[in-house]
């Protein structure tokens, strides 16, 4: 069947699931707000889902806008439609069977990845190819924003934006996910800095920082300082910035999760 708030991929029963998901987001009349998207009656939705009705195939892939599935989830759906509204026995166990083997094939997924530490090169490549990925894996640990329509509220993106990036970045173990909502996970993220993507990773946040001067909130903390001074205080400087950001990692590692800032410290020769 489906357990509550389980993935769509967990899942045997469209009907309950998507009864299910409408109840967890959380919305007034969510029923009504699917038939809208639907452009159908809310009486048949609740036809649909409480009696013998099935959606159909348009529906699905409305549905699956709705929900913000990744292309996964989105197939995997489609599947369940497909099953449900089999007019044959031997077709009906076609689409069990399709089921059943990406069910099995992402349980080993989610097994080899318990066990993963670290990223390969191709997939740091992607993960520090735009600030959206290390953003969605901060956040995660936030529990406000832990579900994707949470996440793509508060970055002002759309659902299917987050939906991409969660994607990637729960296929690769750096955050997993439960239910409707996604959590860190075991692997692990370093850059050396003699690698060929730092550059990339500071523009990218660099580029977030000029962003955010747009939108200046009482937290936030801008400075700019070009100064002349001797060789000496200009080591002693570099100096306290170090201690600082040694100092900055014993306060981060206990701290409560409750929200994400970004520091970034620019110290250079003209």
Avoid at 41 to 70: C, D, K, P, T
Wanted: hydrophobic fraction near 40%; aromatic fraction near 8%; include cysteine.
């Amino acid at each position: 069947m489906c357990m509550k708030n389980r993935s769509v991929l967990d899942c045997t029963n469209y009907k309950k699931y998507v009864s299910d998901r409408l109840e967890s987001l959380g919305l007034r009349g969510p029923r009504s707000k699917l038939a809208s998207h639907l452009r159908c009656q809310s009486a048949y939705v609740s036809q649909v889902l409480n009696g013998r009705l099935h959606f159909s195939l348009e529906h699905a892939v409305l549905i699956n806008h709705f929900f913000g599935h990744s292309s996964e989830e989105a197939h995997y759906f489609l599947l369940l439609i497909h099953e449900a509204r089999a007019g044959s026995e031997s077709l009906k166990q076609y689409y069990v069977s399709q089921l059943h083997e990406i069910r099995e094939r992402r349980q080993h997924i989610t097994h080899r990845l318990k066990v993963k530490r670290s990223l390969s090169e191709p997939d740091q490549a992607i993960y520090y190819g735009s600030w959206l990925y290390a953003a969605i894996h901060m956040m995660v640990m936030v529990p406000r924003f832990q579900t994707k329509q949470e996440i793509a509220s508060h970055l002002q993106l759309s659902v299917k934006a987050i939906t991409d990036a969660i994607e990637f970045l729960n296929s690769v173990g750096l955050v997993v996910q439960e239910g409707n909502k996604y959590r860190i996970g075991a692997a692990r993220m370093h850059l050396d800095s003699s690698s060929s993507m730092i550059a990339k990773h500071h523009s990218n946040w660099r580029l977030r920082a000029i962003q955010s001067l747009d939108r200046p909130l009482k937290e936030d903390l801008h400075f700019t300082s070009i100064a002349s001074l001797s060789e000496k205080d200009a080591a002693r400087i570099r100096t306290i910035i170090l201690e600082f950001l040694e100092q900055r990692e014993e306060i981060i590692r206990p701290s409560k999760d409750e929200t994400v800032f970004c520091l970034g410290i620019d110290f250079f020769k003209i």
